[in-house]
């Protein structure tokens, strides 16, 4: 466990002292996913057969090369999130639909990651389609949160963050289209980076709603979400959305100088309805970062209240047009019994798609329908609007803002599943970032009486990743906390 408790960047450097093979990194976490995946069901594919292949192949080419030559992630294995392609792996979206689906061709990400050394381990369980927030729509069964085996890990990036947590993954990548990965990250005690959108190329990932739809990193520290940014971000030609900015070395950003920021505390996110344990860790934390020399103000972000609303109109629209695609005509699964197209379009979605995909759909094509395009989904992107601009006022006084992640700590499995509206406010601090297309880092700040994680939020300036990892590190060493779960 020592071994698997390490950074990304302390792997590293063993290896590259050749003090650590790649095969015995291996061998250490997939004995541990042995002992953990009966428990937390954070994995729906693990590829031990291919990579046990990659790393009798790294240990061969460690010997031939020198220090220099070794990169950073070279042997290290990660795990993807089960939405992301990896060239001739399984990938199911958590979906009857997809169960059977071989990808062929590596997202961007994953690209990125295979040129800097990196062996894939295995596919992590979400929400079918990335649609919910506690991991429970999976197909594949729920995932357990590895702090309280009777609680969700948070979602959609549930599996992700599990695993991470439970150190059945050295770090992951997750997507992000209303919270997917800051909300798990709390939920289960890790750092979860939602990048600025435009920062990371999205080419490879099951598209949920294009618009929100984000990729970033799952880790035991803010270091090692800093580096896994400097591998995957920048622009891509086979991402149009993909951002032509500058891409700074993330790292060297986490310096610990932050005296002198700026720092906003809206009043919206600190309401009526946040557990008064985690409303009572977040202001700690913001003591302590008083103390590291950052000024607190407080700030408005008027149009808060309208996120979810707002979110809910946007998303299942989009994801009524995305999931279009999944037919029975170009994928894995059929309906066997139709009398013709048209009933074997309807019989195969209604066999293949979950319950919340279904309701995300209906949602969704009823808002784009003739008649109900101007009165739901215009207006919602004309608040959307709205939103973005109170995040801009409010960035021209402070230089990122701070929140709770959840208003709550992990909920019972089960608990919600009968009450989506109840379940859909589990986001409510972390839509709106997406709806602004903002970055937003999730890290623990302490824990509840229960001893379940409480995560605390720090939102960025568009494309300054810089300043929130920055500011994150130097609370992360402020606090030290031990956040290696009971399991």
Not at 146 to 152: I, Q, Y
Not at 297 to 316: D, G, K, N, R
Not at 321 to 346: E, Q, W
Not at 427 to 450: E, K, Q, R, Y
Request: with cysteine.
């Amino acid at each position: 466990m020592e071994l698997l408790n390490k950074s990304l960047r302390e792997l590293g450097n063993l290896i590259r002292k050749k003090e650590l093979k790649p095969s015995e990194l291996l061998e250490t976490l997939l004995k541990r996913i042995e002992e953990t995946e009966e428990k937390l069901n954070a994995y729906i594919t693990v590829t031990e057969e291919e990579a046990r292949k990659r790393v009798e192949v790294a240990d061969r080419e460690l010997e031939k090369l020198s220090e220099d030559e070794i990169p950073e992630l070279f042997g290290i294995p990660i795990s993807i999130k089960d939405n992301i392609n990896v060239e001739g792996v399984r990938m199911t979206c958590a979906s009857k639909i997809l169960k059977d689906f071989i990808s062929p061709y590596d997202a961007t990400v994953v690209k990125r990651l295979r040129e800097r050394g990196a062996i894939f381990i295995g596919k992590n369980n979400l929400d079918e389609f990335a649609m919910g927030s506690s991991t429970e729509t999976s197909y594949f069964g729920p995932t357990r949160n590895p702090w309280d085996l009777e609680r969700v890990p948070g979602g959609s990036s549930g599996g992700s963050a599990a695993a991470v947590s439970a150190r059945s993954a050295l770090a992951s990548l997750g997507s992000d289209t209303g919270g997917s990965i800051r909300q798990p990250a709390s939920f289960c005690g890790v750092v979860g980076l939602k990048p600025t959108y435009g920062r990371v190329s999205r080419y490879g990932l099951t598209a949920f709603a294009s618009s929100l739809d984000q990729i970033g990193p799952i880790t035991k520290n803010v270091e090692d979400a800093a580096l896994l940014m400097n591998i995957i971000s920048g622009q891509d030609s086979k991402d149009a959305t993909s951002a032509k900015v500058p891409v700074p070395d993330f790292l060297s950003s986490i310096n610990g100088e932050v005296k002198g920021l700026k720092a906003g505390l809206p009043k919206e996110y600190f309401v009526e309805g946040i557990e008064p344990e985690v409303k009572e860790k977040v202001f700690e934390a913001v003591k302590r970062l008083e103390s590291l020399g950052i000024e607190f103000e407080e700030i408005s972000l008027p149009h808060t209240a309208y996120a979810v609303e707002t979110y809910y109109i946007i998303a299942p629209a989009e994801a009524s047009s995305n999931l279009g695609r999944f037919d029975g005509v170009r994928y894995t699964y059929r309906a066997k019994d139709y009398k013709d197209l048209i009933d074997m379009y309807k019989k195969t979605r209604a066999e293949g798609f979950g319950d919340e995909v279904k309701r995300r759909i209906m949602i969704g094509t009823y808002t784009l329908s003739a008649g109900y395009y101007d009165a739901y989904y215009l207006k919602a992107q004309k608040v959307r609007t709205l939103i973005y601009r109170d995040f801009e006022e409010s960035f021209k006084k402070v230089d990122f803002i701070v929140t709770p992640v959840s208003p709550t700590t992990a909920f019972k499995i089960g608990e919600r599943t009968d009450d989506p509206i109840k379940m859909y406010l589990s986001d409510i601090f972390t839509i709106a970032v997406n709806l602004a297309g903002l970055p937003a880092l999730s890290m623990p700040c302490g824990f509840d009486s229960s001893g379940l994680p409480i995560g605390i939020q720090f939102i960025g300036k568009a494309f300054d990743e810089e300043t929130i990892l920055k500011v994150g590190n130097a609370l992360e060493k402020e606090l030290k906390l031990n956040t290696l779960p009971p399991l």
